[in-house]
């Protein structure tokens, strides 16, 4: 039996199980037309997993520890995706309470007094257990078993919308690329296993040193394409704007953070922990991904005329971004550039699904000419959605602005030669500049086609809220996600 100290690590992950299982029993005992409690039920349970989750914060003033036989990390990096993957997965409850119930949507299976509605509250905590795990896995095996956990939540997930052809084109799409880049990257696992004679990460870190480069460079490429699956990276991204467009919008936002998110963990978990001590040049590949995804994702936004596929390819180019993170990780600024970006992304990009969830239930459409007018039949809602966008952009004082200016400074520490990335990074953000705009335009200088006033939802307005604050308080003040970032890169053995 583990030790009871490390039994005391797991409490976030015992907490998010229990919830998960609560709420199985309160899907099956609730009657439909008051299926919204289990929502409510959901949030409220996955803000409290934040108290043990800070808990351990205080704790890891060290390097951190394996657990469950050397299998599972405890850091502060762990810690550090815990609080977001919580944090999140809470907001898209939130935004999915009133979505389910919104009289504008259009899927039969989404209509109040459905029996579907609290299983989509159940698939999402169990999917942020799953992208918890992912972030603190230590072994291959440990990590594939969590991958596949996630993924087949995030497969129903995507196809929920049951009678309606996009959701179900979404969830077959999802799964087939799944799929595929499952079986890819755990090939790349078993080429690594073979080099090493071993599951664990750190072990493989000791054991490939001066180890073939081509055989190390056979399994970085498979692990990529499961890695690029989950984070949206060229040239692995074709799912994105159909499972987008087709899944329920608080879907597409959960996917589009809470899995981005966890994927990235993975990634760098394994790229930093277990391939760098082998001496591969693994950054110019990262750096390549890098630019790649940021000019095609920003390329490929720009005629998109419905809003969830133009944020589809918003993510993207913000994979690329983030990737920046990845290839400066190493040095102070790099150590934090990859996750102060994320915070931000996270509430930035959460809210602007959040008003176009809101403006699609309520209006029953999600073509950005349809926002035409916006700023009079809803100032508040305009306003914030011309703030998430200004922030997706990078303009000070917004989230995202510090997110930039952290991995273009990350890039810069690792190597000046990489001045390049940082030039196509600033031009990426100039030509993300003119959709982004797109959108406040339409808001403010078009005329409104029906000058109704928009309703906004509590929970969901709750939920736009906490994201509108979230955005500006990291861009006026991001000292606190600072140090939270700092304390966060205490990577076992680093």
Do not use: C
């Not at 797991?10 to 919830?19: A, I, K, M, S």
């Not at 469950?68 to 907001?91: E, I, M």
């Not at 799964?175 to 080429?191: H, I, K, P, R």
């Not at 808001?443 to 604050?469: F, H, I, K, Q, S």
Request: hydrophobic share 60%; aromatic share 12%.
């Amino acid at each position: 039996m583990p030790p009871a100290a490390d039994l005391w690590a797991l409490l976030p992950e015992f907490w998010v199980t229990g919830l998960g299982l609560l709420l199985l029993v309160l899907a099956a005992v609730v009657p439909a037309r008051q299926a919204n409690l289990v929502g409510w039920v959901a949030a409220a349970g996955l803000l409290l997993g934040l108290i043990p989750t800070w808990g351990l914060i205080e704790t890891l003033g060290g390097p951190g520890r394996l657990v469950l036989a050397q299998t599972y990390a405890v850091d502060g990096f762990a810690v550090f995706f815990k609080v977001l993957v919580l944090v999140s997965s809470a907001l898209v409850v939130l935004a999915a309470v009133d979505y389910f119930r919104s009289p504008g949507e259009p899927a039969p299976a989404a209509a109040p007094g459905t029996p579907f509605e609290a299983e989509v509250y159940v698939l999402i905590v169990f999917a942020a257990l799953a992208f918890i795990l992912m972030a603190a896995s230590a072994d291959l095996v440990v990590l594939a078993l969590a991958i596949e956990f996630a993924s087949l939540a995030s497969y129903v997930l995507a196809g929920y919308l049951k009678g309606h052809p996009k959701s179900h084109e979404a969830g077959l799409k999802y799964f087939l690329y799944g799929a595929a880049a499952s079986a890819t990257m755990f090939y790349g696992f078993s080429v690594l296993y073979g080099l090493a004679g071993s599951t664990n990460l750190y072990t493989i870190a000791e054991r490939v040193r001066g180890g073939p480069q081509p055989a190390l460079v056979l399994s970085l490429a498979l692990m990529l394409a499961g890695f690029g699956f989950k984070v949206a990276m060229v040239p692995f991204h074709q799912w994105t704007p159909d499972v987008y467009e087709g899944s329920p919008t608080p879907v597409a936002a959960f996917l589009s953070v809470a899995s981005k998110a966890a994927g990235f963990a993975v990634l760098l978990r394994v790229v930093a922990v277990a391939i760098a001590p082998s001496g591969l040049d693994w950054v110019s590949l990262v750096a390549a991904l890098s630019a790649v995804s940021m000019v095609l994702g920003n390329l490929l936004a720009l005629p998109q005329r419905n809003i969830k596929r133009m944020l589809a390819y918003s993510t993207v180019s913000h994979a690329g971004f983030l990737l920046m993170g990845v290839a400066g990780f190493g040095g102070d600024l790099g150590n934090l550039g990859l996750l102060v970006y994320l915070f931000a992304y996270l509430f930035s990009n959460l809210g602007a699904f959040f008003v176009a969830s809101l403006i699609g239930t309520q209006l029953g459409s999600d073509d950005i000419p349809d926002y035409a007018g916006l700023s009079q039949r809803a100032p508040v809602l305009a306003f914030l959605m011309a703030l998430f966008m200004l922030s997706l952009t990078g303009i000070p004082p917004t989230a995202v602005f510090f997110g930039k200016l952290y991995v273009f400074g990350a890039v810069l520490e690792r190597s000046p030669q990489l001045l390049w990335l940082v030039a196509v990074g600033v031009v990426s953000s100039v030509i993300a500049l003119y959709y982004y705009v797109s959108v406040i335009r339409a808001m403010y200088l078009l005329p409104p086609r029906d000058p109704t006033p928009v309703r906004e939802p509590v929970a969901l307005g709750a939920a736009l809220w906490v994201a509108a604050l979230g955005t500006l308080v990291v861009g006026l003040w991001p000292q606190p996600v600072i140090d939270l970032a700092r304390t966060a890169v205490l990577l076992l053995r680093l």
